[in-house]
């Protein structure tokens, strides 16, 4: 099993910034696939970025975003200490919701864009954005 503890929720203004934390315990994996979603009241969850590391230098770490992101968010990861963060700058009114990290198997050459491509939820954290 792998438990996952979101962080770094908030309210802030227009153009403001948040970093959200994820940390994983429990089981560990030598390759993984991790992702955020969020969920929007009356919306579905839906994909905002994810990190993959294959497990070795050769197959390396890769990154992925929605397109509403893109240049504004961004996210990493401290392999040392499980942990996945997403900084998120030039926040906009239509970011917020509640954010949700999700864990899942590194698969080669497929964007784990996905709900079903995970098998770990966090709780949840909320972000709003205020006009």
């Known amino acids: 099993q792998v438990q996952l503890v979101e962080s770094g929720g908030g309210l802030v203004q227009a153009g403001g910034s948040l970093r959200l934390s994820c940390a994983a315990s429990?089981?560990?994996?030598?390759?993984?696939?991790m992702g955020w979603f969020r969920q929007a009241p009356g919306k579905e969850r839906e994909f905002v970025a994810a990190?993959?590391?294959?497990?070795?230098?050769?197959?390396?770490?890769?990154?992925y975003y929605t397109v509403s992101v893109k240049g504004r968010f961004t996210i990493s990861s401290d392999n040392a200490k499980n942990t996945v963060f997403l900084q998120m700058n030039s926040l906009k009114p239509e970011d917020t919701a509640v954010y949700y990290c999700a864990a899942g198997p590194y698969m080669r050459a497929v964007v784990p864009s996905e709900r079903r491509q995970y098998d770990y939820w966090g709780q949840g954290t909320q972000v709003t954005v205020s006009s």
């Open positions: 990190i993959t590391w294959g497990g070795s230098a050769w197959s390396g770490s890769r990154t």
């Open positions: 429990g089981r560990t994996f030598s390759s993984y696939a």
